[in-house]
């Protein structure tokens, strides 16, 4: 694979596209044939069947690049496994197909997700060759200098501010242009940041940010408003702590169309009945709003309220483009990344596991939510 | 990473209906929707006026802005275009030839295309294989293996960039003998690739399987007596149903690889290094070329705009897949 990847790779860029999806899906192809004739009964099919459970992992160890006898022990395993389909309770061929369908995605998330966690978990408590066990070391060094504990701050003030304001901007502008004319415009506007990277967001920002001294013209257009009127230009992207918000204001631009999006579907779904015997008792807008709306889309505002923190504890991007963690703007992907590339792996997988702690409890409070409100109903 | 994605937690059976019935009557004709009376005052259309506008003025800069003389971009605002009267297409061109030592901002473009069709195609047909697996065969513990692909989800992707790295330079050796010689090449799109595959994975077979589950037993079984086997019936069945699926999903997979930073900044090094990466990386380097940058963001912007805008239903259908399904 190594070679034909390899010759892949000297090709024109558009050539590689063609060949490797079309190099992919055969492949796919030849498996969901196999798949297909593998239950039928008959000498033929038995010896396909040997055939591609010997052939398989042999050649696919061949091309990984391993030593012949690795190979042949594959081999060898591939025709137990023939053996062991063969004998299979539900028939001859069960096997076979259940493997074919999910092997290649639990061989993928095997060595791409399992391994690797396993492997960031152990090297967090390394030094920064991946050699000696250093204890506690790294994640001590995260939370005694001033510095690491900034990081970790600044990771928990993006999650406090960013769920927060976006859901209530979704949720305010969600039930502004609630069945007013032109909401499909309305709709696109907000939404259309999500489709922008988090790296043109951010020079987007950046450019609005901008600032010139004093005296010049200025271009960024916050400045701008300042000076309008009567301020003094501010670099906005250098004073700590505030940097840090003008940051947020990025992300809450970009996150509040996703809480839009879910939270109009979710109003929309609020039994009309309800609100008109709210409006029969005399109530106002505001209280039908508060009292009857907002407690029956209780369930979704958790789910945009949790998806949004997962996506503001791992904020890297905007982050790194716009101040690259300069000036304490940095956040725990940011110094994940800032460390690894420094060579210390042992801090830098420290602030990964941090940060896979930090999400977890977020997602064991949504489960329980949900599982709360199921026992409710 | 980009910032869309569709609703990946577990919701309940209530919050799933309601967020139906709303898709329902968004999706529903507007002529029905015109005859209700309308809720809205005026003040709450104009708050949400503002709140449109506060929402589009900084993208609308920076379209402004990436169309005007460097001179005039320098020096002055981009909300005095009417003052200060200039239009062309030069930034286009200078940027597209600008970049590092390595590679140009239309090299860049070129890559980002070359990474991200593949790696939506690849993992989308792998993860439908195994999510009709996980619907339709029967196995021990298959409740178990599903929960422990959905919890991979919660696994933050950073946790799995630098063991990943070395795995595909350096390979796996298990006393002494290699089972795995790396892919050793520095210059090829395969690591990025097979890396968003992998990460792309835990969601899509999710969600996918939310699907694939939903369509009538007696469909597959009617198949089946027919003399159908898994293959057949995937191919011919499970497939064409699912296709808005694994449409919807396709939209946010695209989306995802072609605003991702991070894949890119640990697997796709050198010439293969896609448009976000470089655009990254001469933020700092141009500074203050803000005719350059404008423009720079605007090539890198412009085709998830486009793909939003043309697929904008499905987009929205596809946020809402994880509650609403088929």
Redesign the interface.
């Known amino acids: 694979?190594?070679q034909f990847?390899?010759w892949?790779?000297t090709l024109p860029?558009?050539l590689?596209?063609i060949l490797?999806?079309a190099a992919?899906?055969a492949v796919?192809g030849l498996l969901?044939?196999?798949?297909?004739?593998?239950?039928?009964t008959g000498r033929r099919y038995t010896a396909v069947r040997l055939a591609v459970c010997v052939l398989v992992p042999l050649i696919a160890?061949l091309i990984?690049?391993?030593?012949i006898w690795?190979a042949l022990i594959a081999a060898v395993l591939g025709g137990l496994f023939f053996l062991l389909d063969y004998r299979s309770r539900q028939g001859a061929g069960y096997l076979f197909?259940?493997v074919g369908?999910?092997a290649?995605?639990?061989i993928?998330?095997a060595?791409?997700?399992?391994?690797?966690?396993i492997?960031?978990?152990i090297?967090a408590f390394q030094d920064n060759r991946s050699r000696n066990f250093v204890g506690l070391d790294n994640f001590i060094w995260i939370f005694t200098q001033p510095y690491g504990i900034r990081v970790v701050v600044n990771t928990i003030v993006w999650v406090l501010i960013v769920p927060t304001l976006s859901t209530i901007?979704g949720l305010?502008?969600a039930?502004?242009?609630?069945?007013?004319?032109g909401e499909k415009i309305?709709k696109?506007?907000?939404?259309?940041?999500?489709?922008?990277?988090?790296?043109?967001a951010?020079?987007?920002?950046?450019?609005?940010y901008?600032a010139k001294p004093v005296g010049?013209?200025?271009?960024?257009?916050l400045n701008?408003i300042v000076v309008w009127f009567g301020g003094e230009p501010v670099y906005w992207l250098q004073n700590s702590p505030w940097n840090t918000f003008f940051l947020i204001v990025v992300?809450i631009?970009?996150?509040?169309?996703?809480a839009m999006?879910?939270l109009?579907?979710?109003?929309?779904?609020?039994p009309a009945e309800q609100l008109e015997a709210a409006e029969l008792d005399g109530t106002n807008?505001w209280q039908r709003f508060m009292n009857v709306t907002v407690p029956?889309?209780r369930?979704?505002l958790i789910?945009v309220l949790?998806?949004i923190s997962i996506?503001s504890?791992?904020v890297?991007?905007i982050v790194?483009?716009?101040t690259?963690g300069t000036n304490e703007t940095s956040v725990i992907?940011n110094e994940?990344?800032t460390q690894?590339k420094g060579f210390e792996?042992g801090r830098?997988?420290a602030?990964?596991?941090v940060?896979?702690l930090l999400?977890?409890p977020i997602?064991i409070y949504?489960?329980r939510q949900?599982k709360k409100?199921?026992e409710i109903? | 990473?980009?910032?869309?994605?569709p609703?990946?937690?577990?919701?309940?059976?209530?919050?799933e209906?309601?967020?139906?019935?709303?898709?329902a009557?968004?999706e529903g004709s507007t002529a029905a929707?015109r005859t209700?009376r309308?809720?809205?005052?005026r003040s709450?259309?104009i708050?949400?006026l503002i709140?449109?506008i506060l929402?589009?003025?900084?993208?609308l800069?920076?379209l402004i802005?990436s169309l005007r003389p460097a001179k005039e971009?320098?020096?002055?605002?981009?909300?005095t275009i009417f003052s200060n009267w200039g239009f062309t297409f030069d930034n286009y061109v200078q940027v597209l030839a600008a970049g590092n030592t390595q590679l140009t901002m239309s090299e860049a473009f070129?890559?980002s295309?070359?990474i991200t069709?593949?790696a939506t195609?690849?993992p989308l047909?792998?993860?439908s294989?195994?999510a009709?697996?996980f619907a339709w065969?029967d196995?021990k513990g298959k409740d178990w293996?599903f929960i422990g692909?959905f919890a991979?989800q919660?696994?933050?992707?950073?946790?799995?960039?630098?063991?990943?790295l070395s795995?595909f330079s350096r390979?796996i050796t298990i006393g002494g003998?290699?089972?795995?010689?790396?892919?050793?090449?520095g210059?090829?799109?395969?690591q990025v690739?097979?890396?968003h595959?992998?990460?792309a994975?835990?969601l899509a077979?999710f969600l996918l399987h939310n699907f694939v589950s939903e369509i009538p037993r007696e469909l597959i079984e009617a198949a089946r007596v027919d003399g159908a086997?898994?293959?057949?019936i995937?191919?011919r069945i499970i497939l064409p149903l699912t296709m808005p699926a694994i449409a919807a999903f396709g939209i946010f997979q695209f989306?995802w690889v072609?605003?991702?930073?991070?894949v890119a900044?640990?697997f796709a090094d050198g010439t293969v290094a896609p448009i976000?990466k470089l655009?990254?990386e001469v933020?700092?380097k141009y500074g203050q070329e803000?005719h350059l940058?404008?423009a720079?963001?605007f090539i890198?912007?412009v085709i998830?705009?486009v793909?939003?805008?043309a697929l904008?239903r499905y987009?929205?259908r596809g946020?809402?897949a994880g509650?609403t399904k088929g």
């Open positions: 694979m190594s990847l390899g892949i790779a860029a558009w590689q596209i490797v999806i992919f899906l796919i969901l044939f196999f798949i297909e004739i593998a239950p039928r160890m990984l690049g391993s030593v690795a197909q259940l369908f999910l290649p995605a639990v993928l998330l060595i791409g997700l399992i391994y690797p966690t492997g960031t978990t090297q901007f305010a502008y039930a502004f242009i609630d069945k007013s004319r309305f696109a506007l907000v939404f259309m940041p999500m489709a922008i990277s988090f790296v043109g951010s020079i987007i920002w950046k450019f609005v901008d010049q013209e200025q271009i960024g257009l701008q992300l631009w970009i996150q509040t169309g996703f999006v879910i109009s579907a979710a109003i929309k779904g609020v807008a029956g889309i369930s979704s789910v949790t998806t996506a504890l791992k890297f991007d790194r483009t716009m690259a992907a994940m990344y690894w792996t830098s997988a602030f990964a596991v940060l896979f999400v977890m997602i949504n489960a949900i409100q199921r109903r | 990473m980009s910032a869309v994605t609703i990946d937690l577990p919701i309940d059976r209530s919050t209906k309601q967020l139906a019935r709303g898709e009557k968004i929707r209700k309308r809720l809205t005052s709450a259309t708050a949400a709140i449109a929402w589009t003025t900084p993208t800069g920076l802005s971009v320098a020096t002055t605002g981009w909300w070129l890559n295309i070359a069709l593949p195609v690849i047909v792998i993860a294989l195994a009709y697996a065969i196995f293996v692909v991979l919660i696994v933050p992707l950073q946790m799995a960039l630098v063991p990943l795995l390979g003998v290699q089972l795995f010689s790396g892919l050793n090449q210059t090829s799109y395969s690739w097979i890396a595959t992998i990460f994975l835990p077979i086997g898994h293959g057949q995937f191919f989306l072609w605003n991702d930073l991070l900044l640990v976000t655009l990254a933020t700092g803000w940058l404008t720079g963001a890198a912007i998830p705009l793909v939003f805008f904008q987009f929205v946020l809402l509650s």
